[in-house]
């Protein structure tokens, strides 16, 4: 009498077809891992040692980005501001309340706020923003809505596939000078044409030459 | 508040507080402990620095602890108070200066985020002309060398600074008693108008002190052969852009501190063929730089040279017949080309040259008309502070004398560098006080009784003086990063006005020699790196022939026997670069050692003695005797050693310490540099030197090319097949219309062979040391490196150098074998390489034809210290463990040139890479191919270019240019 | 089909009486035979009338399948997607596109005969009615066997019809419950 | 055919090799003495693993100090970046190449001496390309990156391998072989696995050879697809087994490197991988066939057979070097001609000997028929040849590397003890598998003999003398 039971047949493929299936499932796991937000670090609203609200300062005091991020336009970093820039106004302003205290604290003791970075671009590469922002590339193009963020939190992917996508067609994603800090501003008109003349107007030759990041 | 001028923006007319309040704190805080800083409002550019570095320390801690799926988010720290000048990341400049033994070059430092992370010479300096040495470069290293010296001791007992002030203006107060009969001071030669100054003082506080100048490679023989010659002591400055004709005999003018940016920068000006090009005669000992450059170079042992000398001094009539020798036909060759070119040619004289050679020497440029012309004669820069060549010996006799209760000690490291048998280690050890300022804990701090740390010269204010005379005033671009403090601020804590600062006594001192806005006029000279018509003014004076006569007669006559030879050496000078690691891996310019000094001898020499390279022998004098491993160097003198100091040291940092072998154990005081009756014996054991060049033979294959003149006029057409376009099946990439088409040449003919560019390279890109053991591997890192060729007979080879970086193939081959990518071309031309992509499967370096990759064989930065971090550029990547790294042609400057002018809107500038900037002799240019005016794409229409390994059809876009030579045909 | 069947196996010493009885039942109208034998036996797609294999196209389609993806993988990776100027050589439709052209298609060549063989067979299939007769494992080894799946009723009169032609043994599988 | 004239026939008999089996053998005494040695384990075999478990771990340690310390655990520098890592691989790749020659190409021609061996050797081919494909991965300074970027995956940077590169074929060209390799041998295995299923005795080995049979029941219809889709297999293997070698020699010929640039690669790289591989299989069948008594299908003249194709591969290696030495003089390519001498003359020189030694004389030893049958000399001489082909691995790779185009950057290579370590480690993990091999699966193609058995029957039964 034989070995395997009728039954055998289907459990010997049931369990190949498993075994297939697992292995490729886990390759495509890790494979879609780094494409999801989530593995992207995307939708993760960071708290801050400072309870600072952007919708406040961007929306009601109507602030502009470059008051407080100030080199955004003339360095590479944007620039996070100093403790006295904040002062500058709370020195007047909520001078009082308990939420600016680590603040104050800040400028007595001169020991900087340890803020927690929410954009990271790797080390080996090289973001200038200033280039960015002089060549009509808008904050809300990379950083979203940071005028609708209790907590800022990082919207695009900052992947290099996501650079390049910018970098090889950036005329879409062109806005004139006087719009770059706008949270709102879109394109009237025939779009099309717009980025066309923004196109020349900048003098854009959108590189994709590794030098261009990596150096 | 306002900071310290950046340099090349002239700052406006004075208005706002004035400079100095702030960097008064930034004084003060530096004296806190350990340079700490007790509020914000001092943080001006140091601050920066010590956050970056924190910034560091975050990151790599970040990296460390990588969990989970995430590594930890960051943090950011940013400024409490936004400081004045420059952008986050962002380079700015300042001029300040290095004075090394006694005269001051002329530096422009870059600073980011407060940290000087390059050092670059400055052009508007009269002994720079925007050319840098590798020592200035160096110097850089030993401000963040974690093994500086720190804080200050007496008797192993710690001092706080105020305290040591106090201490010591007790101890002077003590001696001021009486008139300072046992205080004694042994100082490094410095032209500084400050120090002299202070020393003036001193001198009139305790009229009875005595101050001594003393260094181990000093010219005092220089000086004595001008007071022959004049009468009194005066400085020579050569003209080599006036000169057709220069003898040099044992002058190895063209490298090391003082004049040699300057002079190399003239030299090269005229080596380009035609009639304005220069002829060079060397007569010397060993090859050097110079020796292998000369047109002609005659092979003679040091004591021969004053005899050669006298030949030719006879041959031109400029002295007579008694003191000259009947001269053979080389002398008369010689003779006659200067006697065609009066007034246009030069004889210079080295500093290990008896003082009646240089007398000689004044003597022949007299005669020939030369004074005046091609050689400027001023009174001594260094003043009062000459190094005298008996200081120790005088110092020793007084300490056993008991004359010496207090002894202050700034020159560098007597204990070591003193001649052999004079026990000056244990002779300071019997002196009550003394008082050692040093940057590293070395042979003689072990033996003061007080040992003071020196602030590194970046970080402390002070003046100097070049060879000419013009001063530099000396800015910190940082505080202290270890506690410290300066010569200044010691001799003045004699005068008790040690509070004070340093920065006080500057604006004092100069307050006092300058115009009415002394503010402007001062933050000018800050700005510029240079104080205006402070150069020391020409004198004439006629030469004292029957002086000259009689010392001539007394040199002794060249007799039979080995002679020794000592001499400064190409990397860490005197040791007191020893502990620099980016010099220790240099390779010598003309051996091409990393990491030691060696016995070099002549291959007759060698075969007599029957001796191989790296053979260790015994070279033994009356009463000293050293084990020295034998290195066989073409072109050395026959029956002679040449030994370089300042190796073997046997206290300091784990750098420096047991490398090499210690030629002060065999230097008498009476023959500091040559010396006769030196035997040589084989001895047990081989050594293994650590050689980054392979074979010193071009193997008969067209690499580093050179004519004659009269050659180049005939055959400048063989060049025609080593360059232009050559049959491919790839169709040939189109990048003129490209904004920029990226290319460099190098032009043979000016290159000195004197690695400025390699140490500038370096710094710039992050370039890691790897030691010796990784370097006899084969595993050196240095992205470009100076080849030398010799060819011809071994005895008298001639010789060229090749300085060789990627040449940025068109056609390359090493992109196509990569498998992922990671080293392609750019638009602009540019062979890029991509560390963050690459795998390191080494395919590139295998099928680079020039072989100049670089593989990260092993975590090169496995261990740096937190200060040594601050070191690094951060516009280039710092390169991980098992990835393949090159030349780059500076992209960080191109990109950085770009996005700084498309961000204004405007056209992009010009660009140089870091070589090109440092090279002193303008060898080396780089720039825009597509725009035909630019230097780059002039030289590459050159009849001299040539491209390198042409027949491969790599189309490089580093051209070479051939080097010319200029021989006299009579000795044709 | 609905009827229950019965697995009848029967041994032979040589391979000509085995032919030929399977030829017989082919004709009495038994078309579900098969031969089992240590090692390929001539004359057996012959005698039960099997059409030629379908695996030589398989293999074809395979092949064309992985020739065509490497043209298309490589041109739109290193021409289309990001092209990358690599020491002034483009890769496009250029000789060096060939090896792995090859190598791609050798491989889906080999999964298309070796998946197709196990997908034609039935495989795996540790289990089979034949496999009930003891006597049966000798096929593999040193022994040819003519099995033939009839409808239950018939079994004992094939039985019969082989032990008449020649057959050393013959055996009917007994049932087993799935 | 009509019985020939008596003196042509004693003539025929005087000329007749002798016979690929023993007269009268029967399918079940085959079946039986071919599998024997998995029923009952030969002795000393725990041993032998245990020796090889033991140098398997020289592997691992190699490896581990690499990955944690880098490359620089090694001899490679600049400007000799490759050294052992891919002497290594090319050696093994080569070994790797018998195995589907014999199988596959024999097959082809039909030559019926291959039965007996051709299990045996695509074991060792397997079992040589695990060694090899450790090396393009591990060679790298970054293999956990490489891992993965070598292979085209669209991943979030954008960026693509790239295909001009020899290294990518490489990885193609390895993978593809092994994979192909591995399926035509497990389809050769399933009949003989069913025939362990079906003769063996314990419950357990039924079972576990009865699950690897995958139910095979020698079907007609079996048969049917399984002869056609051997056949095809073997059609694809043949140029397959070719063009991996043309491949590997690829990254040295598609180079600029004098010594590397030359179009007689490929073919010179096919030959002595067969070369090295035949010599290899001879080392391990040798004493495999009187540790497993298998002389009687392993005869005599199997291995004379093997000494004649030994023979010829030898001489077209040599060839291939006559070649190379007379073009780089006839080219009249200065960087050519100076590689070549320095081989000769250089540093290297005992190297290229050895290899001269090795390739081109031991194998003429083979003209002598003594030599072909003397069982000694044949293990010795196969020996020499594994050796001399990894000595001309290494005169490929480091002669050319050390002393290329500019003097300035010549350098020299030596190997460190994690160079060695990995290279013994190799040569045990290798064992380590072979045994295995031995120890589970039938070590020669049962079938396939049982098939031969019946031809030849059917031959003589038919009158041909002719094989």
């Known amino acids: 009498m034989s070995l395997f039971g009728p039954g055998w047949n289907v459990l010997s493929r049931a369990s190949l077809a498993v075994v297939a299936a697992g292995g490729l499932g886990a390759l495509g796991t890790v494979w879609g891992y780094w494409r999801t937000p989530y593995g992207m670090r995307q939708g993760d609203p960071i708290s801050q040692p400072v309870m600072f609200d952007h919708r406040h300062h961007v929306v009601d005091d109507a602030i502009d980005c470059r008051y407080c991020h100030a080199t955004a336009d003339r360095g590479a970093s944007a620039g996070i501001p100093s403790t006295e820039t904040c002062l500058n106004c709370h020195a007047q302003v909520w001078n009082k309340s308990p939420k600016l205290e680590p603040v104050r604290q800040s400028y007595f003791t001169g020991r900087p706020i340890p803020w927690v970075r929410v954009h990271k671009v790797p080390d080996f590469v090289y973001f200038n923003h200033a280039i960015h922002v002089n060549k009509g590339i808008g904050c809300v193009t990379c950083h979203g809505r940071v005028d609708r963020m209790a907590a800022i939190e990082q919207v695009a992917p900052l992947t290099m596939s996501w650079c390049l996508d910018c970098h090889r067609n950036p005329a879409p994603h062109l806005r004139p000078p006087e719009q770059i800090t706008s949270m709102t501003w879109v394109p009237g008109g025939d779009p099309a044409a717009l980025s066309r003349e923004l196109m020349k107007r900048y003098d854009i030759h959108g590189r994709t030459n590794c030098s261009t990041c990596h150096r | 508040m306002k900071t310290l001028p950046i340099y090349g923006q002239p700052p406006r007319a004075a208005g706002e507080r004035p400079l100095w309040t702030s960097l008064d704190d930034l004084e003060a805080a530096a004296r806190g402990p350990g340079g700490e800083f007790r509020h914000g409002a001092a943080e001006a550019p140091v601050a920066l620095g010590r956050r970056s570095f924190m910034k560091l320390v975050g990151a790599s801690a970040a990296l460390a602890g990588l969990q989970a799926c995430h590594p930890p988010r960051e943090k950011i720290h940013p400024y409490v108070k936004h400081p004045p000048e420059g952008l986050p990341g962002q380079a700015s400049h300042y001029a300040t200066a290095l004075s090394i033994d006694g005269y001051a070059t002329g530096l422009v430092l870059t600073a980011v985020d407060g940290r000087p992370v390059k050092v670059e010479g400055n052009p508007a300096h009269p002994s720079s002309l925007g050319g840098v040495g590798v020592f200035e470069q160096a110097a850089l290293l030993d401000l963040y060398d974690p093994g500086r010296a720190e804080g200050f001791r007496r008797r192993g007992g710690g001092l706080a600074f105020r305290t040591l002030l106090q201490e010591i203006a007790a101890l002077s107060a003590a001696h001021a008693q009486d008139g300072g009969a046992a205080l004694a001071f042994l100082l490094a030669p410095d032209a500084s108008p400050l120090l002299a100054d202070l020393r003036r003082r001193l001198q009139g506080r305790f009229p009875r002190a005595r101050f001594r100048v003393w260094s181990p490679i000093a010219e005092d023989q220089a000086w004595e052969g001008a007071r022959i010659a004049f009468g009194r002591a005066l400085d020579a400055t050569a003209r080599l852009d006036r000169a057709d004709v220069i003898l040099a005999l044992d002058a190895d003018f063209l490298y090391g501190a003082g004049d040699a940016l300057r002079l190399a920068r003239e030299f090269a000006r005229r080596r380009e063929p035609g009639e304005a090009m220069n002829r060079l005669y060397v007569a010397e000992p060993a090859l050097t730089v110079t020796g292998a450059l000369a047109d002609h170079r005659f092979r003679m042992r040091g004591s021969e040279v004053a005899g050669f000398a006298r030949q030719v001094a006879g041959a031109l009539g400029a002295v007579p017949a008694e003191a000259a020798m009947p001269p053979g036909r080389e002398a008369r060759a010689v003779a006659a080309d200067l006697q065609r070119r009066r007034g246009r040619s030069l004889v210079l004289c080295g500093p290990r040259q008896p003082a009646a050679v240089h007398a000689l020497c004044h003597a022949m440029n007299a005669a020939l008309g030369n004074a005046g012309e091609t050689l400027r004669y001023t009174a001594p820069v260094l003043g009062d502070a000459r190094p005298d060549p008996r200081a120790l010996a005088d110092l020793a006799r007084e300490i056993d004398a008991g004359s010496v209760r207090t002894l202050v000690v700034t020159a560098w490291n007597p204990v070591h560098a003193a001649p052999a048998g004079l026990d000056l280690g244990a002779r300071l050890a019997k002196v009550e006080n003394a008082i050692y300022l040093t940057l590293r804990e070395d042979e003689t701090s072990r033996r003061a009784s007080w040992v003071l740390a020196a602030s590194h010269p970046f970080e402390s204010w002070g003046d100097g003086r070049a060879r000419d005379g013009s001063v530099t005033l000396q800015q910190p671009l940082i505080a202290p990063l270890k506690e410290s403090t300066t010569a200044v601020d010691l001799l003045a804590a004699f005068l008790g006005e040690g509070e004070k600062g340093a920065h006080e006594h500057l604006r004092a001192l100069w307050k006092s020699r300058s115009g009415p806005d002394f503010e402007l006029a001062l933050a000018r000279w800050l700005e510029q790196g240079l104080v205006p018509g402070s150069a020391e003014p020409a004198v004439s004076a006629p030469v004292k022939t029957e002086a000259v006569v009689a010392a001539a007669r007394a040199l002794p006559a060249a007799g039979p026997g080995m002679e020794i030879a000592f001499a400064p050496d190409y990397s860490v000078l005197d040791g007191r670069f020893a502990e620099n690691a980016w010099l220790q891996e240099l390779p010598d310019p003309v051996t091409k050692i990393t990491w030691d000094n060696a016995a070099s001898i002549s291959p007759a020499t060698a075969r007599r003695l029957g001796l191989r390279n790296g053979q260790r022998v015994a070279l033994s004098l009356p009463g000293r005797s050293l084990e020295a491993p034998v290195w066989i160097q073409p072109g050395h003198a026959d029956e002679a050693v040449t030994l370089t100091l300042g190796y073997g040291r046997t206290a300091g940092g784990p750098v420096g310490k047991g490398v090499g072998v210690d030629a002060y154990r065999l230097r008498a005081a009476d023959a500091p540099w040559f010396e006769r009756g030196l035997s040589l014996a084989a001895a047990k054991g081989e050594h293994r030197f650590a050689v980054p060049q392979g074979s010193f033979s071009m193997e008969g294959r067209p690499i580093a090319l050179d004519f004659t003149q009269e050659a180049w006029k005939r055959e400048s057409h063989e060049l025609d097949e080593l360059r232009g376009a050559q049959p491919s099946l790839l169709q040939a990439v189109d990048y003129s219309k490209q904004e920029n088409a990226w290319g460099m040449a190098i032009d043979l003919s000016k290159c000195v062979g004197c690695n400025a560019c390699m140490v500038a390279c370096q710094e710039e890109n992050n370039v890691p040391v790897v030691g010796k053991v990784q370097v006899q591997k084969g595993r050196i890192m240095h992205w470009i490196r100076v080849d030398r060729y010799f060819q011809g007979p071994p005895e008298d080879p001639t010789v060229i150098s090749q300085p060789l970086a990627c040449v940025h193939c068109e056609v390359a081959p090493c992109e196509y074998v990569c498998p992922v990518n990671a080293t392609v071309h750019s638009d602009e031309g540019l062979n890029e390489m991509v560390y963050n992509r690459c795998v390191g499967t080494r395919y590139c370096s295998n099928n680079c034809p020039y072989k100049v990759r670089r593989f990260n064989f092993l975590a090169w930065r496995g261990e740096v210290a937190p200060t040594e971090k601050m070191l690094v550029n951060p516009d280039v990547t710092v390169r991980a463990r098992g990835v393949m790294e090159k030349c780059t042609y500076c992209v960080q400057r191109i990109e950085r040139a770009r996005i700084d002018a498309r961000a204004r809107g405007a056209k992009m500038g010009p660009v140089q890479t870091a070589c090109q900037q440092a090279c002193p002799a303008e060898a080396i240019v780089f720039g825009n191919l597509n725009d035909p005016r630019s230097r780059v794409s002039q030289a590459h229409r050159d009849p001299r270019r040539y491209d390198l390994l042409h027949t491969l059809g790599t189309r490089p876009r580093t051209a070479y240019l051939v080097r010319i030579r200029n021989p006299n045909p009579e000795l044709g | 089909m609905s009827a229950r069947t019965r697995w009848v196996l029967a041994r032979f010493g040589e391979a000509e009486p085995l032919l030929a009885a399977a030829r017989t039942l082919r004709q009495a109208g038994h078309p579900s035979l098969d031969i089992h034998s240590p090692f390929p036996l001539p004359g057996t797609d012959e005698a039960l009338g099997l059409s030629r294999s379908r695996v030589p196209l398989m293999a074809l389609c395979g092949g064309l399948a992985g020739v065509g993806t490497a043209i298309a993988m490589q041109i739109w990776m290193n021409a289309v997607d990001y092209p990358l100027n690599v020491g002034t050589r483009f890769l496009s439709g250029k000789p060096n596109m060939v090896p792995v052209m090859f190598e791609l298609g050798v491989l889906l060549s080999s999964f298309a005969i070796f998946f197709g063989m196990m997908g034609l067979w039935g495989f795996p299939r540790p289990h089979h009615p034949v496999f009930e007769v003891e006597a049966f494992r000798s096929a593999s080894v040193d022994a040819l066997w003519l099995s033939a799946e009839v409808k239950a009723e018939d079994a004992e009169r094939v039985a019969q019809a082989l032990r008449g032609s020649g057959a050393l043994e013959v055996e009917i599988a007994p049932e087993v419950e799935a | ?467």
Not at chain 4, 201 to 221: C, E, M
Request: hydrophobic share 50%.
């Open chain 4, 1 to 467: 055919m009509s019985p020939p004239a008596a003196p042509a026939a004693a003539a025929r008999q005087a000329l007749e090799p002798p016979p690929l089996l023993p007269a009268g053998i029967t399918d079940r005494q085959i079946n039986d003495s071919l599998l024997d040695h998995v029923w009952n384990p030969k002795r000393g075999w725990l041993t032998l693993f245990a020796i090889a478990l033991g140098g398997t771990g020289l592997l691992v340690m190699g490896l581990g100090v690499t990955l944690a310390r880098g490359i620089g655990m090694w001899g490679n520098n600049v400007p000799v970046g490759w050294a052992y890592d891919i002497i290594n691989f090319v050696w093994w790749i080569g070994i790797g190449h018998a195995g589907t020659l014999i199988s596959a190409i024999l097959l082809l021609f039909q030559q019926k001496w291959r039965t007996s061996i051709n299990r045996f050797a695509e074991a060792m081919t397997i079992f040589a390309v695990i060694q090899a494909a450790l090396f393009p991965l591990f060679h790298t300074g970054r293999p956990w990156f490489a891992v993965y970027w070598l292979f085209p995956y669209p991943s979030n940077l954008g960026i693509w391998p790239n295909f001009t590169s020899p290294l990518i074929w490489d990885v193609f060209a390895v993978s593809t072989y092994f994979t192909v390799s591995l399926l035509f041998w497990y389809l050769g295995l399933i009949p003989d696995l069913a025939a362990l299923r079906d003769a063996s005795t314990s419950r357990v080995q039924r079972i576990a050879y009865g699950i690897f049979a995958l139910g095979w029941r020698g079907s007609a219809r079996h048969w049917h697809h399984y002869r056609i889709g051997y056949l095809l297999l073997a059609g694809l293997s043949t140029p397959l087994v070719l063009s991996v070698h043309s491949i590997v020699s690829f990254d040295f010929a598609v180079s600029q490197l004098p010594g590397w640039h030359t179009t007689i690669f490929p073919p010179y790289f096919v030959a002595g991988a067969v070369f090295s591989g035949f010599a290899m299989v001879m080392t391990l069948m040798v004493p495999a066939r009187k540790y497993l008594g298998f002389e009687h299908v392993v005869t005599e003249r199997h291995l004379e057979t093997m000494n004649k194709v030994m023979l010829v591969t030898g001489m077209m290696v040599s060839y291939g070097y006559l070649m190379e030495h007379f073009i780089a003089w006839y080219s009249g390519n200065p960087y050519e001609k100076f590689v070549i001498l320095n081989r000769a003359t250089g540093p290297y020189r005992w190297v290229y000997y050895a290899m001269i030694f090795c390739n081109v004389l031991v194998p003429q030893t083979f003209w002598w028929k003594r030599a072909r049958t003397s069982i000694p000399w044949m293990f010795a001489a196969a020996l020499l040849v594994n050796v001399g082909m990894w000595t001309e691995r290494f005169i490929i790779i480091v002669t050319s590397l050390h002393r290329d185009f500019l003097p300035s950057s010549w350098g020299m290579y030596f190997p460190t003890w994690v160079d060695w370590s990995i290279f013994l480690g190799t040569l045990s993990f290798f064992s380590l598998l072979f045994l295995l091999f031995l120890r589970f699966v039938p070590a020669v193609a049962v079938t396939e003999v049982k098939e031969l058995r019946h031809e030849l029957a059917h031959e003589a039964h038919a009158g041909g003398g002719h094989r």
